[in-house]
RNA sequence: GGGGCCGUAGCUCAAUUGGUUAGAGUACCAGAUUGUCGAUCUGGAAGUUGCGGGUUCGAGUCCCGUCGGCCUCGCCA
């Protein structure tokens, strides 16, 4: 009990050089083929997969325990590497031209059998293989993954610090703001009835860093959101964190771009061609329909307005008379949808929000549109000849406000390129969206509140209307998008008092509550404040398109579902009275 | 909070309009088998059809509720 034979290599290292050898393996049993006389049994560890082969012949006792090993158990296999009968090399196997003749072997532990099996490829549900998370992180897949993840921790800790910049940790256990998401809470035990609250960024102590004169900071740092979840969105996640004094938008732009060059040759071979391209917020809105377009493929958007602002069509007339837009898309070759295929179309686009969707099918019999009677023959031809549509395209038309129809549009749109097969997911297309407006109007608030956060800095030729025409405010923020992902988000910060009041009280922030919740970073701005901004990646979301998962979860180790569980640890879990006692809490 | 899909053997799935004893593959167990590597052959065991209620002569199937998983809209500064 308790000593072993300890490995001398992995699982994944022999080769036909290492032949004669006697060399002892340690790992986990992958299958056991008896044969009858002679047993295989594939041993695996995280660096590959040995063959070892017990032979009654030359060692009947190593074959009379081999012949009780199954599936996961651990064992310590001692033998001579010897090379493989002709004709019996395994070349999907990197040690597949040797064998362990086993001398030796100890049984280190036994398994159960697992509820799935550990191989390359499983279809076992998504739950169970959380339940199990121990067991899914056994298989090659989830290894590489992490595997990479620590690569580019590698990559960005030696990048940063090649750079200048310091590596600095923030607290985890910091005040509740008033803004952004929901806040995880942590009732305070000694301050009854307070609250920290876990960081959804570090944002406001890496503006004090800037003030403390540390004028480059990094840091990989976890961050949580108690909000609804999606693939790509859990309640805890990570970012590199970066903050930059003395610099502007391009600067900041630089580092990141070096960044990913260097990660993308690192881990992907590939080369980034630089300077990435920009698009305006505005741009990218009108041609693609969101805020993070994904310029892998066409369907770019088209408006329409000036042409049908007098048409007799009140759907369409009217939204543009009250300063909304009709506008649209074509899907070539995608005149050929049946009735029921675009009744199907329409309804989805209406559970988008939308009124309705105008369809045109451009077909051998000519445009077909079922609004043809309320626009003419001539216009719509207009419309698609305006669009580019030809022969045998499909175009689609939405109406509403410029925002909804946009958007609307930019979810028909990737809708339409998923179902057309359009996307080449071999390509790399990254891009900056930059003038993102200062603020949006919260309908249900009542409120405008800030696009980005309430400390990015106004474009300076806007900031004059920030009382006047808060609408009309760009901000200096800028959005680092990959094939429609939103891969990181930053801004040049307010690093002036008065201005950063101005825009509290834009945000409905009064003086009062300003100094309650922010004002420790409005006194240290009273001190000397440089000129600073940055920006944050969602590293596991770039970790999830550098492997190409089509989930976050596939990159973290320990990953709850969509409704926030953890269920290997069943977290989050009810605690004892004495707990809530202490910390001064009812259930109620 | 809204919408959609799903839940049957350890696992992945099947089961006509509600109708006999709920099947298959795989995994598992036993036997056979001395060069397999998705081993093979023979046999076996394996089910509270997520849970609770209801309708019915009869429910895996229909209805209501509930729990759980995935996707998505809102939300996520």
């Known amino acids: 009990m308790g000593t ?43 660096y590959g997969k040995t063959q070892v082969v017990f032979n009654p012949g030359r060692n009947p006792g190593a074959h009379s325990i081999a012949e009780g090993l199954r599936s996961e158990y651990v064992v310590s296999v001692t033998g001579l590497v010897e ?63 992490l595997l990479m993840r620590h690569q580019v ?4 800790h030696s990048y940063f610090d090649s750079l200048g910049f310091i590596e600095i940790e923030t607290p985890i256990l910091m005040k509740s703001t008033p803004e952004g998401a929901r806040d995880y809470l942590v009732p305070s035990r000694i301050h009854r009835g307070k609250f920290y609250a876990l960081p959804q960024s570090p944002q406001t102590y890496k503006q004090i860093l800037m003030v403390a004169g540390f004028d480059r900071y990094v840091q990989i740092v976890k961050c949580f959101r108690d909000e609804d979840l999606r693939a790509d969105r859990q309640p805890e996640f990570t970012q590199i964190d970066l903050e930059m004094s003395f610099v502007d938008e391009e600067e900041i732009w630089g580092v990141v771009e070096g960044l990913l060059a260097e990660v993308f040759r690192e881990v992907k071979g590939l080369t980034i061609p630089l300077p990435l391209p920009r698009m305006t917020y505005r741009e990218a809105m009108e041609t693609y329909g969101s805020d993070k377009p994904d310029v892998r493929f066409g369907l770019a958007l088209t408006c329409v307005n000036d042409l049908v602002r007098e048409c007799g069509f009140r759907v369409f007339s009217d939204v543009v008379t009250s300063g909304g837009v009709v506008a649209g898309f074509v899907v070539p070759g995608a005149a050929g949808f049946t009735r029921n295929q675009m009744d199907t179309l329409v309804d989805y686009t209406k559970s988008l929000g939308a009124g309705g969707l105008v369809y045109c099918r451009w077909t051998e019999k000519g445009i077909e549109t079922a609004v043809e009677k309320f626009l003419g023959k001539g216009l719509v031809e207009s419309i698609a000849r305006r669009m580019g549509a030809v022969q045998g395209d499909l ?47 919260d309908e249900a608030e009542k409120r405008y509140v800030a696009m980005h956060h309430p400390f990015t800095s106004p474009n300076p030729p806007d900031a004059d209307r920030l009382e006047t025409a808060p609408d009309s405010v760009r901000a200096r923020a800028y959005d680092l998008v990959l094939n429609g ?23 409905g922030i009064g003086e009062q509550e300003a100094k309650e919740k922010f004002g420790f970073l409005l006194g240290a701005f009273k001190y000397g404040a440089p000129p600073h901004g940055g920006i944050a990646f969602g590293f596991d979301r770039l970790i999830m398109l550098l492997t190409g998962a089509r989930s976050i979860r596939e990159v973290m180790a320990f990953p709850k579902t969509a409704s926030a569980i953890s269920l290997m640890d069943d977290s989050p879990g009810e605690v004892d009275e004495r707990q809530l006692r202490d910390l001064h809490i009812r259930i109620v």
């Open 83 to 145: 090379r493989r009968p002709q004709g019996t090399e395994n070349p999907d196997l990197q040690t597949g031209e040797i064998d362990i003749m086993v001398e030796r072997v100890e049984v280190l532990s036994k398994a159960e059998t697992p509820p799935f099996q550990i191989e390359e490829e499983i279809d076992a549900g998504e739950d169970l293989r959380l339940k199990y998370r121990y067991l899914d992180l056994r298989r090659p897949p989830l290894q590489e993954a």
């Open 4 to 46: 072993f034979t300890k490995r001398t290599h992995t699982c994944g290292e022999l080769r036909a050089s290492d032949t004669g050898k006697t060399v002892t393996l340690n790992g986990w049993v992958q299958v056991r083929r008896d044969l009858g006389g002679v047993i295989f049994i594939d041993l695996r560890d995280r």
């Open 485 to 507: 992902n939103e891969l990181a988000g930053g801004s040049i910060r307010i690093h002036d008092s008065v201005m950063q009041q101005r825009v509290f009280s834009l945000l």
């Open 153 to 156: 921790y590698q990559i960005v």
């Open 395 to 441: 175009i689609l038309l939405v109406s509403d406000t410029w925002r909804k129809a946009y958007t609307i549009l930019g979810t028909l749109r990737l809708e339409m390129a998923r179902r057309q097969r359009l996307i080449d997911e071999s390509l790399v297309k990254l891009l900056w969206v930059t003038e993102f407006p200062m603020f949006e109007y």
